[in-house]
């Protein structure tokens, strides 16, 4: 993971810098290859922004979220990165289903050549 962090009206904290890319770290696991991520920090009049960008070779997050800290910041966009990566990743692997098949739709099609409007139709082995 390469690493990009950009301070905006904030002054540049080391701490920071290392606990928002341990907390990205974590969830950087569901991602399948390398990313680069930029990180803004930005102090608004009452609360503190952290906006994150992720780009992979084929695919591109990005997630924003206020709090009173920094730090409660960064957990709330690492949560929202958080579910955009595991649903990105449950669709690669569900983008396979029998049902979708040329052979599961041939099953469901009956003897007179009527389609077989039931939502899904069971795998029979045999």
């Not at 994150?52 to 800290?69: L, R, Y």
């Not at 990105?88 to 469901?108: C, F, G, M, N, P």
Request: no cysteine; net charge positive.
């Amino acid at each position: 993971m390469k690493w990009k962090h950009n301070f905006r009206q904030v002054d540049v904290s080391e701490a920071l810098k290392q606990y928002a890319e341990v907390e990205f770290e974590k969830i950087g696991r569901l991602l399948l290859k390398d990313s680069q991520w930029q990180i803004f920090y930005r102090m608004g009049k009452k609360d503190y922004e952290v906006e994150v960008s992720v780009k992979n070779p084929d695919s591109h997050f990005k997630a924003i979220a206020k709090g009173d800290t920094l730090y409660i910041a960064v957990d709330m966009v690492a949560e929202k990165l958080n579910k955009q990566f595991s649903r990105r990743k449950d669709r690669l692997q569900d983008h396979s289903k029998w049902e979708r098949t040329k052979e599961a739709r041939i099953k469901r099609v009956n003897e007179r050549l009527e389609y077989d409007n039931a939502p899904f139709f069971n795998k029979k082995s045999g």
